[in-house]
C-alpha cells in the first residue's frame, strides 16, 4: 500500500531548487491610496509596453480601504516609468485621440 502523504519523488535531473519559481526583483514607483488611481498609471505604462505589478491589488479588491496599492515594475524600467507617469502631456490634451483639437466657442 502507498503512503498517499508521502514526499514527491523528483526526478535526479530536476533538483528542488530548480523547482521553485524565483521572484523578479521589483522597485515600487509609488503608492496609490485608490485603486482606480493605481489602474490608470498601470494602465498607462502597460500601454507603452512597460510590465507592472500591483502589490497588494487582491487584498485592496477582498477589504477595500485595507492599504495602499504599490505600483511597481522591473528596476530596468523604472527610468522610463517615472518618465511616462510624470509627463503630464501638453496643455490642453485631454486624451491621446489624434483627431482635430475641438477649440471652446465663444458663446
Do not use: C, W
Not at 503512503?3 to 519523488?9: K, N, T
Amino acid at each position: 500500500m502507498t503512503d498517499q502523504f508521502a514526499e514527491p519523488q523528483i526526478p535526479e535531473t530536476q533538483s528542488r531548487e530548480a523547482q521553485t519559481h524565483e521572484l523578479p526583483e521589483l522597485v515600487t514607483l509609488g503608492e496609490f491610496p485608490e485603486p482606480i488611481e493605481a489602474e490608470m498609471a498601470k494602465l498607462r505604462l502597460e500601454s507603452a509596453g512597460i510590465d507592472t505589478f500591483l502589490s497588494g491589488e487582491n487584498a485592496a479588491i477582498l477589504a477595500p480601504g485595507l492599504g495602499p496599492l504599490h505600483l511597481q515594475v522591473k528596476p530596468e524600467d523604472e527610468q522610463d516609468a517615472r518618465a511616462i507617469l510624470e509627463d503630464t502631456g501638453e496643455p490642453g490634451v485631454v486624451s491621446s485621440y489624434t483627431g482635430r483639437d475641438l477649440e471652446p466657442s465663444d458663446s
